[in-house]
């Protein structure tokens, strides 16, 4: 959109009421123009062609064509138009084949004004950042044949501390850095005993983590894209399976070849990095080019979180390696931020607001927060970091390398002979 251009909406819903009623909240914003209303699916498609919106306002249930049938084939017409989903509470399956359709954003019925502007420009101003998708062209996360190779950086979510949102973040992190650079992600489940991703992302799929320790030495493309299940946010999730016992044959050296060879396909790897010091998580740390390490306001996280700090400077990572992120911020714990920052003697470079039952209710759907309410200060605050690691990335790369080499020369042993190797 150019400076005075408006953000075209169209306003599809089986209710004459509700129609009128959005367009009446909307005839008021300046950047905001109605340009068309449907009564059904079938009437949003034929308008959609005719006046080409940039963003639709699309209800679910309609008689004729429904509004996932709708989002649909509106956006095998052109793939640039953001649908925004509005439904009523409890329509979670509706919810998730609407994302599977496409759909950008979701509002639940009643819809606030505030809510809804909101919405319009955030979709608008998401799109306005991407390239142009093609219509009916291959998913842009799809690794296919004759493509340039990039390196990937590989970005380890971390936390010395279990359940300080390691697994939430990753998947978040995942899909908003996919929406932000439109590149190759994709997502490890480095927890080959106990992975979570196929929950958070509602993913099933028989192949995981174990068929490529076991084929690790055809590691290629194609076997990539055999294994690697794909979420709708196009980012390739390679999970971990559901018997924990397989997940034990995943050694340290396996997670090393696994992600040496999707550095050679993918832009992005972000890793669910388990949280221990075994030589399992050595090895995606060794391989980093960046180390998301979260940390909550309690005392147990924090000790680990000294603890751990020491142990990457003892294996000398490069400083700016290691990024300290808070998460589950919120001023109402008895710890203050700051006071901790000068205990270990490190800034919090970013944190992430504590989203109470939202991040829960998220895992519970199988919707990431970043997809499910992108207006939510917590997914606002992980597309913040998403920015930060893309920009810093290529920045440390360098700096990760002598560690990366080490690693592999200093094969298992685990922390305490590593460092006593020293
Ligand atoms: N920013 C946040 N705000 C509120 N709750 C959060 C946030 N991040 C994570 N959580 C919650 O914290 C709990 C643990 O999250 P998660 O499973 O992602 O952590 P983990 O570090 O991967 O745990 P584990 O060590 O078991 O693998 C979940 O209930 C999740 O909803
Ligand atoms: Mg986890």
Do not use: W
């Not at 799809?142 to 010395?160: C, K, L, R, W």
């Not at 958070?200 to 894209?225: C, F, G, M, P």
């Not at 993918?266 to 080019?289: C, E, G, K, Y």
């Amino acid at each position: 959109m150019t400076e005075g251009e408006k953000i075209r909406v169209m306003i599809v819903d089986d209710i004459v009421d509700t129609r009128d009623q959005l367009e009446k909240l909307l005839f008021f914003e300046k950047d905001i123009e109605v340009v068309a209303k449907a009564g059904n699916g079938r009437e949003a498609v034929a308008l959609a062609k005719q006046h080409h919106p940039d963003v639709v306002l699309m209800d679910i249930n309609m008689p004729d064509m429904d509004g996932i049938a709708a989002t649909e084939a509106i956006l095998s017409q052109d793939p640039s138009v953001q649908v925004i989903i509005m439904s009523v509470q409890g329509e979670t399956d509706y919810l998730r084949r609407a994302m599977l359709a496409g759909a950008r954003e979701f509002l639940t019925k009643p819809i606030s004004a505030d809510d809804l502007y909101k919405s319009i420009r955030h979709v608008h101003r998401r799109a306005a950042t991407r390239p142009r998708p093609v219509a009916g062209g291959a998913g842009p996360g799809m690794v296919m044949a004759g493509e340039s190779v990039p390196e990937g950086q590989i970005i380890a979510v971390f936390s010395p501390k279990g359940g300080a949102g390691t697994s939430s973040v990753a998947a978040n992190l995942a899909v908003a850095i996919r929406q932000l650079t439109n590149k190759k992600v994709a997502l490890v489940d480095a927890n080959s005993t106990f992975g979570d991703q196929s929950v958070i992302l509602n993913l099933r799929s028989d192949k995981t983590i174990v068929e490529l320790a076991q084929r690790v030495e055809e590691l290629d493309r194609d076997l990539l894209n055999d294994v690697l299940a794909t979420h709708t946010s196009q980012i390739k999730v390679l999970l971990a399976p559901l018997d924990p016992q397989r997940g034990e044959l995943v050694t340290s050296d396996h997670l090393r070849a696994i992600l040496e060879g999707m550095k050679q396909e993918f832009d992005f790897i972000v890793v669910d990095t388990p949280a221990s010091f075994q030589d399992r998580s050595l090895a995606v740390l060794d391989m980093a080019t960046r180390i998301v390490t979260l940390m909550t306001l309690e005392m147990h996280c924090i000790r680990n979180i000294k603890l751990f700090l020491e142990v990457a400077e003892l294996l000398e990572y490069p400083r700016e390696k290691v990024m300290l992120v808070l998460n589950k911020a919120s001023n109402r714990t008895n710890i203050r931020a700051e006071e901790v920052e000068k205990n270990i003697q490190r800034k919090i470079q970013l944190q992430i607001c504590d989203a109470g039952q939202d991040m829960t209710f998220a895992i519970n759907q199988g919707v990431p927060l970043i997809i499910g309410k992108p207006t939510h200060q917590a997914a606002r605050d992980i597309g913040i970091l998403a920015r930060e690691v893309t920009l810093a990335t290529k920045a440390t790369a360098a700096g990760a390398a002598p560690a990366a080499a080490e690693a592999s020369a200093s094969k298992g042993g685990g922390l305490f002979n590593r460092l006593i190797k020293r």
